[in-house]
């Protein structure tokens, strides 16, 4: 296998703190012989210069554009709109297998420049389980602000902050202090994160799972204050929500925290809503009467950067210095997207060999 070249880009988004590798473990990748250039990047939660006393090149944020064909570029979230043709294998969470929004145009993309996506939601062993995923914090931040919102102690924007302050803010918050709550997909790595967070705000809520779900009991899911989704379906299911739920006057529920957030999806759970909210607006009054509310953020790692880019790192780290897409993990990837390439009918152009 020839020289691995991983490039760290900078994320777009502007509320996105994360990455997907800390300066720790970069340093173990320049160690073990990768070249490793990384983008400078104020709101990444660790300074350039971290990096850069590991080992790896700084360059502009942005640059991986113009990057040498057999790069592979690494980030998060979502790419910028250009350009229209990507010429490298990129590893990212591309949100791309599953219909959603915007899905065929990214493939196109890829599919015209001859690059390929390895999307890290697919990064997965022989069984299928995802060997690095931010779940834990999605589940324990969704939890914790929904505690917040129910107990009255929510402020907008929302800001980064670390676990100790979080947890005191969730053990401080005054209000009712016996309300129910349900966490479905409890099993699950979101799923435990929810139940943590519940824990330290001195809630213990309803678990449900697999068997709950598989012959769903609405009335009594609705008979709860409030609500986390921790599922992630990849098979159609009968919606745990629907519309006509929302004007049932029997309706307890008050507080809809949706984790998952797979808008758009004709794989979404709660098909009640048709756009996430903002670190800017976390909330979204759904029903005035009785009262029903969303949140619905899809980074929420992102408000504890450093633990969960620091959990999501070391996960990921030995799957990059064993970096290849002829076997293995990066190889299920690749197949995965050539699969999807072909849903849509794209002729996929020729990645770089490693």
């Known amino acids: 296998m020839t020289e691995l070249h991983l490039w760290l880009r900078h994320e777009t988004r502007s509320t996105e703190r994360r990455t997907p590798v800390v300066p720790d473990d970069a340093r173990r990748l320049v160690a073990a012989g990768v070249r490793l250039t990384v983008e400078d990047s104020p709101q990444r939660v660790f300074p350039a210069s971290r990096y850069e006393a590991a080992g790896a090149r700084i360059v502009p944020a942005g640059t991986w554009v113009s990057a040498p064909p057999q790069t592979v570029v690494l980030g998060l979230k979502e790419l910028p709109d250009d350009p229209d043709r990507l010429p490298h294998r990129h590893i990212l969470f591309g949100h791309a297998y599953k219909e959603q929004p915007g899905a065929e145009a990214l493939l196109t993309r890829f599919a015209a420049g001859g690059g390929a996506l390895l999307d890290l939601e697919y990064l997965v062993d022989d069984a ?21 919102h129910h107990r009255g102690s929510l402020t907008a924007p929302l800001h980064p902050t670390d676990r100790e302050q979080l947890d005191r803010t969730l053990r401080a918050a005054p209000g009712d202090a016996d309300f129910t709550a349900l966490v479905v997909g409890a099993l699950g790595r979101s799923g435990r994160g929810a139940l943590a967070a519940f824990t330290t705000a001195g809630v213990d809520p309803v678990r449900w799972d697999l068997a709950e779900t598989r012959d769903l009991d609405r009335a009594a899911l609705l008979a709860h204050d409030v609500l986390v989704n921790c599922v992630l379906a990849t098979t159609p299911v009968p919606p745990f929500v629907r519309e006509e739920d929302l004007d049932d006057p029997a309706r307890r529920l008050r507080t809809l925290c949706d984790v ?4 758009g999806s004709p794989l979404n759970v709660l098909p009640v809503y048709d756009r996430t909210t903002e670190w800017s607006d976390p909330v979204r009054r759904l029903r005035k009467e009785p009262p029903l509310d969303l949140i619905a953020i899809d980074n929420l790692p992102s408000l504890l950067p ?5 959990d999501f790192s070391a996960a990921l780290t030995p799957w990059l210095l064993e970096f290849r897409t002829d076997a293995g993990p990066w190889a299920r990837c ?9 849903a849509y009918g794209l002729t996929e152009g020729r990645p770089g060999r490693d």
């Open 128 to 148: 299928g389980r995802r060997l690095a995923a931010f779940g834990f914090w999605a589940g324990y931040l969704g939890a914790a602000l929904a505690v917040l």
């Open 260 to 263: 998952t957030c797979d808008v």
């Open 306 to 310: 450093s633990e969960s880019s620091a």
């Open 334 to 342: 690749l197949d995965r997207y050539r699969r999807a390439c072909h």
